[in-house]
């Protein structure tokens, strides 16, 4: 099973990848929809699929002797490749995870034991953004709230103007927790919001946090790598998290936890908890009992698949967002309606305003009107459910949030135009929409 | 692709009833030949006899679970939405059927037993923290508990200020009675000093040495000493041993489903007795469905690749394609496995651990003393030189004396090493006469593990 283990920046310059190659890279998506919500679930290339199948099959081979001899070099494979793509000091500094949902759970898990211990004081707090992941709040609440800390949420404008609108904010709410003698223990910070999604200026957050005098910041950046740049040192973080399977073209699923090197490092644990408790949280993360790893050794492949387009990764990103900015404007246009951030603050993915007489009015409103695209246009997008502000003037309560990734082509915003003015013509509200 | 078509009546399937009521009649069993396709990815020329550390998974269920991974890959949110809860529900009604547990909510699916084991201890951890529990409770474990459960417990536990009650069970052994006595013991040793026992954790069959405990008996013995809570790990139970989680009677039971049950790595149940008193478990990794009970916690918990959950009807579906189903599988590799250990007992002049009755579907086999396994590293030394110089997978033990005690010993001293041959539907007797001939060459060439190379 050859492969180029090389890192990127080699002297072999692999065949560029041609249309019909790419069509046939995804020709197991189905054929039936257009695809604008890489950032749910991610893709993965059927080159990719095949990497990982191999690797499955050698364990299914001979599984003792994959598991002394193949796995644990085959993951350290995988944690240069990350260590060098995110600009990370040491190997030791990265970890790797199932998703970003499970780095959460480990880095949120660390501080509930310093409540316990009694290093944090009931009250501590904790200070992450009002629209920080879901399953994030959740675990806040799972492993801080109920420790005894406190949470601070940053309300974060929706739709917004500039990096400094949510600057502000963040200041504001730093400022309010110092007047309330609140100690912050950790702050949690997007670095791209899910929903709605937004590129947040974390450097510049990072910064405010150290001066503030907050001890330890971890950025979700779990739509980040494939997607922007990411360097972990110029974000100076102490943690950083993001998911390889959503633009970095893994199967599902894997992702990297970046612990940046400290004495705190080597009290860093699974949650999981095997042979190697003890060896520090990369090692850890590499035995979680018998599992199947080989979402996360296909490192090599997938640095091999980037290379094939023109600017690798570089050129895959900056494409997929011009790409992205020009048919989210072509569909704003379409139907009268607004971006919800300018595009410097947009990466692959564009909140574009629904037309307000689709009378979005609710959550579940948005998932209906998901489900009804995707049943009867077959359209994949996801919708966001604003809710409007106080005395607020013919409010823009729905957006839908579009992609654009390698596969796409520009009938599949055609078509999700298309269906919109459709619904408009023919009077649809979500109120008639059934549940 | 559509899913694969749901088995029906899957008790009846797991029972071995081959009488059951089905739309299609069953035309033959399962042959030879069939099963060595199922089975032609395992590397040829390997003696495959150590099903028991990562399991093995037919060529049949692995293709089921490609589709299963097209299907998400194809369209993933439309998988999510509208089909891999309800299969996952599915797959946990098969398994509560199984295992004769009364509700499907008792029935989490989660990664191994591993996860399994930081779910309770996680809690257990919580509780000395939050109060419910006082410094130096006590959490008992078996001294041969797996590796990776003793880590967990100090990871969660210790960490946590709870103290540990170890109890030794004798190995060689020759009955339950032996296993019960020493657990009454130890227990009552334990407790000497008026802990309060939290939490005990039993195996039902021990890894390293192998031995069917009589997890019932010890159950029970638990409940009579005021132990608060039993948590039976299971992780080789099923497929290898009958399973009746209320007969058992503990409070929380795990096993690994890719170990005997041919699903792929990886899956296992946590079974959580319901009960008025029954604790608020929580998956450690925290997403949408958290306060929403554990079984449904651990059905999401972020994107992952979910498939090795979903085709455990396509198991009970290839399981019911031999004579017996499950309930004949186990019976055959058991009697098969014991043959085989009697024969290389004798072959080598030394003893089996335990008793046939005590035997899943593997054995422990006394190594000759002249191997001189004197160590864990002498041990690993030796199952790596098997590998690799006669392509025998086999994992070795080496039992140490216990208070000077001599439990086991051939015409030239000690037994101290033993092998742990197993025997699943692929094994052929050629494999075991391997490890025979590899066993008895390097004793002829003089060959002692002290004389092996760290590899």
Request: net charge negative; glycine share 6%.
């Amino acid at each position: 099973m050859a492969s180029l283990h090389s890192t990127h920046g080699t002297t072999h310059k692999p065949e560029s990848i041609t249309l019909s190659e790419l069509r046939s890279e995804f020709s197991h998506h189905d054929p039936t929809i257009a695809r604008l919500n890489n950032g749910s679930f991610g893709c993965c290339p059927s080159s990719i699929i095949s990497a990982q199948q191999r690797y499955q099959l050698l364990f299914l081979r001979q599984p003792d002797y994959f598991y002394y001899n193949t796995l644990k070099p085959s993951i350290l494979k995988s944690r240069r490749i990350i260590q060098e793509l995110i600009n990370a000091d040491h190997v030791d500094e990265v970890s790797i995870v199932d998703n970003v949902t499970t780095a959460a759970a480990i880095v949120l898990q660390h501080y509930t034991w310093s409540f316990f211990s009694s290093s944090f004081q009931p009250g501590d707090a904790a200070i992450i953004l009002h629209h920080s992941y879901s399953a994030v709040k959740k675990a806040v609440q799972a492993y801080i709230s109920r420790a005894g800390g406190h949470v601070i949420e940053v309300p974060i404008p929706f739709p917004v103007k500039s990096d400094d609108e949510i600057i502000l904010e963040f200041q504001n709410a730093l400022q309010m927790a110092k007047l309330n003698g609140r100690k912050i223990r950790l702050a949690l910070i997007d670095h791209i919001t899910s929903m709605p999604s937004v590129i947040i200026p974390v450097k510049e957050l990072v910064k405010m946090c150290r001066e503030e005098g907050v001890d330890r910041i971890f950025v979700d950046g779990a739509q980040a790598i494939g997607h922007v740049e990411i360097d972990v040192k110029d974000i100076g973080a102490d943690f950083y998290t993001s998911n390889l399977h959503k633009w970095l073209f893994c199967p599902p699923s894997a992702a990297f936890l970046y612990c940046k090197m400290s004495d705190e490092l080597s009290n860093m644990h699974h949650l999981v908890i095997s042979h190697e408790y003890g060896n520090g949280l990369a090692m850890e993360s590499g035995w979680v009992g018998t599992r199947d790893y080989s979402a996360q050794l296909v490192l090599p492949e997938v640095m091999e698949f980037v290379r094939r387009f023109e600017g690798g990764i570089e050129g895959i990103m900056s494409r997929n967002h011009e790409k992205v900015m020009e048919m989210a404007d072509m569909l704003s246009e379409a139907w009268g309606t607004e971006l919800g951030a300018p595009s410097e603050m947009c990466s692959s993915m564009v909140m574009v305003g629904m037309p307000a007489c689709l009378g979005i009015k609710s959550g579940e409103d948005a998932l209906k009107l998901r489900t009804h695209l995707r049943e009867c246009f077959g359209v994949e997008v996801h919708m966001y459910y604003r809710a409007p502000i106080e005395r607020e003037v013919d409010p823009v309560t729905g957006y839908a949030r579009i992609s654009h990734q390698v596969y796409n082509t520009v009938e599949d915003y055609h078509r999700f135009r298309d269906a919109v003015n459709k619904l408009v013509k023919d009077g649809l509200t979500c109120s008639l929409l059934p549940n | 692709m559509d899913p694969p078509a749901e088995t029906e009546d899957p008790r009846a399937a797991a029972n071995g009833e081959n009488n059951h009521v089905s739309k299609k009649p069953k035309l033959s069993f399962i042959t030879e030949p069939e099963i060595r396709q199922e089975f032609a990815h395992h590397k040829p020329g390997i003696a495959r006899i150590n099903n028991g550390s990562f399991g093995s998974c037919p060529a049949s269920i692995i293709a089921a679970q490609k589709r299963w991974q097209l299907r998400f890959l194809q369209q993933p949110d439309d998988f999510f939405f509208n089909h891999l809860q309800r299969k996952i529900l599915h797959s946990r009604t098969i398994v509560k059927d199984l295992i004769n547990a009364d509700h499907v909510d008792e029935v989490s699916i989660v990664d191994n037993a591993t996860t399994a084991a930081a779910i309770v201890l996680q809690h257990v951890g919580w509780a000395f923290a939050d109060g419910r529990f006082q410094k130096g409770d006590a959490v008992v474990m078996l001294h041969c508990a797996f590796q990776a459960v003793k880590k967990s417990i100090e990871a969660y536990v210790t960490r946590a200020g709870g103290s540990v009650i170890v109890v030794h069970l004798p190995f060689p052994v020759n009955s339950n009675e032996e296993i019960i006595a020493e657990f009454r013991k130890g227990l009552a040793r334990g407790k000497a000093n008026g802990k309060k026992v939290r939490l005990a954790i039993i195996d039902h069959i021990t890894s390293m040495p192998c031995v069917v405990i009589p997890a019932r008996e010890l159950v029970k013995i638990c409940r009579e000493e005021g132990v608060e809570r039993v948590f039976v790990d299971a992780a080789h139970a099923i497929g290898s041993i009958p399973v009746d989680v209320k007969e058992i009677g503990a409070d929380f039971y795990v096993s690994n489903l890719h170990k005997w049950f041919f699903c792929p790595p990886s899956v296992a149940f946590l079974y959580c007795r319901k009960s008025p008193l029954s604790p608020d478990l929580h998956h450690p990794v925290v997403s949408h469905e958290y306060g929403n009970g554990l079984a449904i916690e651990s059905a999401w918990i972020g994107t992952r690749d979910y498939s090795s959950q979903l085709v455990v009807p396509d198991v009970l579906e290839f399981i019911n394609r031999f004579e017996g189903g499950l309930e004949g599988i186990r019976k055959r590799n058991h009697d098969a496995v014991v043959e085989m250990g009697e024969m290389l007992a004798k072959a080598w002049g030394t003893n089996l651990g335990s008793p046939p009755e005590m035997c899943p579907s593997m054995v422990m086999i006394g190594l000759p003393s002249r191997m001189g396994v004197l160590s864990d590293d002498d041990a690993l030394k030796l199952r790596t030189h098997l590998r690799d110089h006669f392509g025998l997978e086999v994992p070795i033990h080496f039992q140490m004396p216990r208070d000077g005690e001599i439990r086991a010993a051939d015409g030239d001293g000690c037994i101290t090493g033993y092998a742990r041959i197993s025997h699943q539907v692929y094994n052929t007797l050629d494999d075991y006469v391997r490890l025979r001939d590899a066993i008895n060459q390097l004793l002829s060439d003089g060959v002692a593990c002290k004389m092996l190379q760290r590899e």
